[in-house]
């Protein structure tokens, strides 16, 4: 056993946006000359003490912090960058960033009054349309999608209606006014113009919104058929709940995509929807159309005007609206170091009350279910109940009936397999973790029951999406999706933090964010059997069988596999003055295994098991290098019917934990066929090399191709791609 040391970690270039940005002339106008976008810039705010460094992240929205050079990284408006330099702080102006996000923002602005360019097979304008932002789906065209790959995978894909939005809860019929109808509160449209003042309103254009305000929806996909009657993990997603953040819905979109069209051709996602489910949820669907108007991308909350309407500000801010991510009910106000805002302007502000905004309870009641007094769970949601209620805790707060405080301390059980949650957002580049609030009752701490599980989960994600690893960013949350499912259900919960800016190019967002996310869930997607147990095992990528066409059945074909114990980024908490997370440890590999048409937890694998012989890889590291080996061996194929046939393959670490699971193709054929296209193409993410032959040679070549597949591996995983 060898103790994992941190590696130096260089600071990282993200950029944050701060909530306080300026505002422009009509969107629903022509483009002026003197139009030149937004007032943002990109800075960096040197700060010298820990009371400085409070302040600041108070002050700004999703600042990142690197504490290694005293820096904050923001993206803010002009009377913001006055602010700050009035009270002292030296600020650094990035002008080459700054001119590249004004023209992102100006050129929105020209392509949505325009009004004239539309994505194929989309009946709306792009929310950003141009091909620096036409990557970015509309709401419409979100779900739109979700309509197609329904229609076009039946078996495969199930769609939900979780609740309506804000908005259509205010929808009224039409009514009789002086013997004319009166439309105003029976319209999307009607319902901005009876909410917003008309400074306000002229930037939108109010024929792009729909006729009638969204609901809440999820699309639901895996293999239904061969999953009834089983119980299955489930990824489930919530994506956009703040409504400027672009890159997160798309991520979730194009990856549910990803994992349909390639069913049947790519092993891993053949593997990962037979035996997995995936929830993927547009959590705040109106706040989301104003963001794809509002040029200066304010919108953060959602539109709640009734109990939440703000219209101070010089600039008419949209500063209207609940805050969902604070909103949420197990902790929110909870009174610790701070969290949220209980000033309706505040871009924090967490709401009336718990779960006070449909889109809250919409989310809550689907992932959550019903609570069953009997039985003292939830019941039927998303995600099962897997934290243990004691009698004193056994009602739906999990709240002491005693010191009415609610219970920071029971853990859920490693054993548990209902999958996890994870909140996406822009764009700290961090995966974080409960508890997101310092409390006194945990002893001033934000470590949970399940930490150490929690934090191995984080760091092995961390090592795939390059992100960082650091539970909370430089300030408290309360009352967030991560702590509510963690907090009620004992689930494993995270908010990914990704992207380098709110105004991320189409470049930027296909050439990193979405290939290092992709990364991240794939690896989760072959862990979540047992979310809280595989990541202490190495990963497993990069599984092929020799073959470039059928085998005849009764021949004996070379499988191999990269198996890694060393995936691990490690990062401090975030904040000095809570306690770091444990560090990982790196494990010598001790065996590996291949399966045959059943995962290694599944009744009857070990009739199928293959032992796989360890050999030294070049992928491997000076200082473990016994951490990463080639599993290399020969499958029998006698008693295989003709057809294809999945090959599992994991490994097992010399702490005696299995890890996650890769997979690749086997065809077999009754007769010896002609040579043509076939085999596995399964572990990771890259396309392996064609290898051939049989026998001795084929053997070799097997080897060879998998170096060579693990060091192409290697060189994109130190590329970030």
Request: overall charge negative; aromatic content about 10%; glycine content about 10%.
């Amino acid at each position: 056993m060898k103790r994992f040391q941190p590696p130096r970690l260089t600071p990282l270039a993200v950029i944050l946006t701060t909530a306080f940005l300026s505002v422009g002339s009509s969107l629903s106008l022509a483009h002026d000359s003197h139009d030149h976008g937004a007032d943002v810039y990109s800075v960096q705010i040197t700060y010298a003490t820990e009371e400085q460094l409070s302040k600041m992240t108070a002050m700004l929205d999703h600042p990142y912090v690197d504490q290694k050079s005293s820096k904050i990284h923001a993206e803010i408006g002009e009377a913001e960058l006055k602010a700050i330099r009035d009270m002292g702080y030296a600020v650094e102006i990035d002008q080459q960033e700054t001119e590249r996000i004004q023209k992102w923002v100006s050129s929105r602005t020209r392509d949505l009054a325009s009004g004239s360019l539309v994505r194929t097979q989309r009946d709306r304008p792009s929310s950003v349309a141009d091909g620096v932002h036409s990557c970015y789906r509309t709401v419409e065209q979100t779900y739109s999608t979700f309509d197609e790959l329904k229609a076009k995978y039946p078996d495969l894909v199930e769609l939900k209606t979780l609740g309506p939005g804000f908005m259509k809860t205010q929808i009224k019929e039409p009514t009789v006014v002086g013997n004319q109808y009166d439309y105003s509160w029976s319209s999307y449209a009607g319902l901005l113009t009876k909410f917003l003042p008309a400074s306000l309103l002229q930037r939108f254009n109010l024929g792009l919104f729909p006729e009638q305000p969204h609901d809440v929806r999820a699309i639901v996909v895996g293999n239904f058929k061969k999953q009834e009657g089983k119980e299955v993990p489930r990824m489930v997603w919530t994506g956009g709940i703040h409504a400027r953040e672009y890159a997160p819905q798309e991520v979730g979109t194009k990856f549910i995509e990803w994992l349909l069209d390639n069913y049947g051709k790519d092993a891993n996602a053949t593997m990962m929807l037979d035996h997995n489910q995936y929830h993927f949820i547009i959590h705040n669907p109106d706040g989301r159309k104003l963001a794809e108007q509002d040029r200066s991308a304010r919108q953060r909350k959602n539109t709640n005007y009734v109990t939440a309407q703000c219209t101070t500000g010089t600039n008419g801010q949209l500063s209207s609206g609940v805050d969902l991510n604070r909103n949420y009910p197990f902790g929110w106000a909870t009174g610790g170091a701070g969290g949220s805002d209980g000033n309706i302007c505040g871009e924090t502000f967490r709401g009336t009350g718990p779960a006070s905004e449909p889109e809250t309870q919409a989310v809550m009641n689907y992932v959550r279910g019903t609570w069953n007094q009997a039985q003292c769970k939830w019941e039927g949601g998303a995600l099962p109940d897997g934290r243990p209620k004691s009698a004193e805790y056994c009602n739906p707060e999990n709240r002491s009936n005693i010191t009415n405080e609610l219970d920071w301390k029971t853990g859920a059980s490693e054993e548990y397999g209902g999958g996890m949650f994870i909140d996406l957002h822009s764009n700290a580049r961090a995966v974080l973790w409960p508890w997101g609030v310092e409390r006194t009752e945990n002893d001033f701490n934000t470590h949970s029951p399940n930490n150490k599980g929690m934090a191995v989960i984080a760091q092995r994600l961390a090592y795939h999406n390059n992100y960082s690893s650091q539970q909370l960013l430089s300030y408290n949350t309360e009352g967030t999706t991560k702590d509510a499912f963690y907090g009620f259900l004992g689930a494993p919960s995270y908010t990914v933090e990704m992207g380098r800016s709110f105004y991320e190019d189409c470049g930027v967002f296909a050439n990193e964010t979405y290939p290092e996310n992709f990364n991240g869930f794939h690896y989760l997607s072959r862990a979540l059997h047992r979310v809280y147990q595989l990541p202490f095992g190495p990963d497993t990528v990069d599984v092929k069988v020799d073959q470039t066409a059928a085998v005849e059945a009764g021949s004996k074909v070379a499988v191999s596999a990269l198996v890694d114990d060393n995936r691990y980024r490690y990062s401090n908490a975030g904040q000095s003055t809570i306690k770091p997370p444990p560090y990982p440890v790196v494990y010598n590999i001790s065996e590996a295994y291949a399966y045959i048409d059943k995962m290694p937890w599944e009744e009857g694998a070990e009739a199928t098991r293959v032992k796989l012989d360890l050999t030294t890889s070049d992928q491997a590291r000076a200082d473990f290098p016994d951490a990463t080996k080639l599993a290399v061996g020969e499958i029998d194929t006698s008693g295989l019917a003709a057809g294809r046939h999945m090959v599992f393959v994991q490994g097992v670490n010399s702490d005696g934990k299995p890890g996650a699971v890769s997979a690749a193709f086997l065809d077999v054929s009754a007769s010896p066929t002609a040579p043509g296209n076939g085999g596995g193409n399964g572990g990771g993410t890259t396309e392996p090399p064609k290898s051939g032959g049989g026998g001795a040679l084929g053997y070799l070549a097997g080897l060879l191709g998998l170096a060579w597949g693990a060091r192409a591996l290697w060189t994109r995983r130190q590329r970030g791609l």
